[in-house]
């Protein structure tokens, strides 16, 4: 059987997930601080024939040698975390990173999560909770009789009360950053999870340690450039129809093989 065929099947299998990761990049073109994704390929190993440097006679080598390559894989996928535009939203409890830092939210169970997606809101008690109801880790709580909520780019909270002269602290919001954010694993929800290999998180106070500061009022939009991700969605398609071809060409050739008469 010809290894063409193999060899091109492998890129068209990778294609298809090139073209997987861009229609998820695409689909979430309007989510808040959103993160595209990029594959990474590699190629597979080589089937050698002959070795470069292989002595034929007496001093005299074989330069170069011959090998083949056996197609590409997928590598990996890694999170782009350069910054989204802000956008100008007039929320007081709409807060933008300026920067690295990851606010970090509590989940069921105690359990630690980060996300730069800063579109907040109260609940009942009146704490400081995600669009889907999980509270900040930094339990601020606004009182019910507030009636401004004030949020400084260094991370203090204060509310404005009724009869009172000057507005009242009542926390401070932290930033995370990590050594390697791109090994942070993504859960859905706008959430990432610590890894082994995003490294331990690094808690500061915005402004301090190069971790961000906050902008209330904005909302960080998705890094996602749609005009990029169409040529890279145009790119990935004609390589597959080019894989199919190959595969095409080979079956072709056998089939020329197969009609030999002697």
Same mark, same amino acid.
């Given at each position: 059987m010809m290894r063409s065929l193999w060899t091109a099947s492998t890129g068209m299998i990778g294609q298809q997930f090139n073209v997987d990761v861009i229609s998820n990049n695409l689909a979430n073109v309007n989510t808040t601080a959103f993160k595209k994704d990029r594959v990474d390929f590699e190629d597979l190993m080589y089937q050698r024939m002959l070795l470069a440097g292989t002595p034929t006679s007496g001093d005299v080598q074989i330069p170069t040698g011959i090998q083949v390559g056996l197609g590409t894989r997928v590598a990996a996928t890694q999170k782009m975390f350069e910054q989204g535009s802000l956008k100008r939203t007039?929320?007081?409890?709409?807060?933008?990173?300026?920067?690295?830092?990851?606010?970090? !939210?509590?989940?069921?169970?105690?359990?630690?999560?980060?996300?730069?997606?800063?579109?907040?809101?109260?609940?009942?008690?009146?704490?400081?909770?995600?669009?889907?109801?999980?509270?900040?880790?930094?339990?601020?709580? !606004?009182?019910?009789?507030?009636?401004?909520?004030l949020i400084t780019t260094d991370g203090t909270v204060s509310v404005q009360q009724p009869g009172a002269v000057a507005p009242a602290q009542i926390g401070t919001i932290t930033l995370a950053k990590f050594v390697n954010p791109a090994g942070l694993g993504a859960v859905g929800q706008n959430l990432f999870l610590e890894t082994a290999a995003s490294g331990a998180p690094i808690e500061a106070q915005p402004q301090t340690e190069g971790i961000g500061a906050l902008r209330q009022g904005f909302l960080e939009m998705s890094n996602v450039q749609v005009v990029e991700s169409m040529v890279d969605l145009i790119t990935a398609q004609r390589a597959y129809e080019v894989n199919s071809r190959s595969i095409q060409t080979s079956d072709g050739m056998l089939q020329t093989a197969a009609g030999l008469k002697r």
């Open positions: 007039a929320n007081p409890l709409d807060i933008a990173v300026e920067g690295d830092g990851f606010f970090r !939210v509590t989940l069921a169970g105690g359990i630690t999560a980060f996300t730069r997606d800063g579109s907040f809101k109260l609940d009942s008690t009146g704490r400081v909770v995600t669009s889907d109801g999980d509270p900040i880790a930094d339990a601020i709580t !606004v009182p019910q009789d507030a009636t401004a909520i």
